[in-house]
């Protein structure tokens, strides 16, 4: 069993920078791979990024990336997704989540939420002026 718990959320302005934290516990921190996704108002849970268990191959979608970085500290047992020039579309829920059986060495498998199998609780980031 794995617990997740997400933090750092809130309301920043357009143009601004947010850092999502992700604490892992129940299981060992650097045999996993881990994932952030979002939901927005109305919208389907969408793929944001990974890291694989090494945080050598590190995924992100074309909407975040140059913006968005995943970072893991394997000795805290997080990850931190840290998100710089924030616009109005990346209002949503953020959600980290465990890849404990696969790799997530490429886009196409980390995207597959169906290869996640412990989520977090979620953590509210809005962007508005």
């Known amino acids: 069993q794995v617990q997740l718990v997400e933090s750092g959320g809130g309301l920043v302005q357009p143009g601004g920078s947010l850092r999502l934290s992700c604490a892992a516990s129940g299981r060992t921190f650097d045999n996993v791979g881990m994932g952030w996704f979002r939901q927005a108002p109305g919208k389907e849970r969408e793929f944001v990024g990974s890291?694989?268990?090494?945080?050598?191959?590190?995924n992100y979608a074309d909407s975040v990336k140059g913006r968005f970085t995943i970072i893991r500290d394997n000795a805290k047992s997080t990850v931190y997704l840290q998100m710089n020039s924030l616009k109005p579309e990346d209002t949503a829920i953020y959600y980290c989540?465990?890849?404990?059986?696969?790799?997530?060495?490429?886009?196409?498998?980390?995207?597959?939420?169906?290869?996640?199998?412990?989520w977090g609780q979620g953590t509210q980031v809005t962007v508005s002026s």
């Open positions: 989540a465990v890849a404990s059986a696969f790799p997530l060495t490429t886009y196409f498998i980390a995207k597959d939420e169906s290869k996640y199998d412990y």
């Open positions: 890291s694989s268990r090494s945080g050598i191959y590190r």
